[in-house]
């Protein structure tokens, strides 16, 4: 008899099924904001860019909820703001969308592309002049983004504003293209 106590020959592994309910619970984190539990997991070796079926990463998810803390915890553990989900969005466009100038600002600092398009040539700048968003197109500007820069269909933030009504961005853009 030995007095080494008896180890599994190999470690106890998740199902698929607990995998996919462990990641589902890591995704509910980042939309509520627990940047606590985010930042415990990601210091035990948890990805800071897991995706979702959706292809929406842990940042995208805080970004768009407006966490700015769990926001803050991701990039500080290298989660990537330029990521874009499968509908080709970035953090950054989805922050402009929702009209949270704090979260934009957080992830400029951390790294995002304010000139960072989706597939279709969407800019964070349109999003924000398409649904009225004055300060954060004036934030946007100063950060060096291009007031006069075209999507794919050679749709610019003012004409973007001018077509969905966003009547104060448009006259905020057509004063800079003056």
């Given at each position: 008899m030995s007095d080494t106590p008896n180890k599994p020959d190999s470690p106890t592994r998740m199902s698929d099924e607990e995998a996919l309910e462990f990641a589902e619970q890591v995704f509910d984190r980042a939309r509520a904001g627990d940047a606590n539990m985010l930042d415990r997991l990601l210091e035990s070796g948890l990805t800071p860019n897991l995706r979702n079926h959706k292809g929406d990463?842990?940042?995208?998810?805080?970004?768009?909820?407006g966490h700015q803390d769990a926001v803050k915890v991701l990039l500080k553990h290298k989660a990537d703001?330029?990521?874009?989900?499968?509908n080709g969005q970035s953090p950054i466009a989805g922050a402009a969308f929702k009209g949270d100038l704090d979260v934009v600002r957080i992830l400029v600092e951390g790294g995002a592309d304010v000139e960072g398009a989706s597939a279709d040539g969407r800019t964070a700048l349109m999003m924000a002049a398409m649904f009225n968003r004055t300060a954060i197109v004036d934030y946007l500007i100063a950060q060096g983004a291009n007031p006069n820069v075209k999507d794919a269909k050679g749709v610019t933030p003012l004409m973007a504003a001018q077509t969905?009504?966003?009547t104060e961005t448009a006259e905020q853009l057509a004063r800079l293209s003056v």
């Open positions: 990463t842990l940042l995208m998810l805080a970004a768009y909820h703001p330029e990521i874009r989900n499968a969905m009504g966003a």
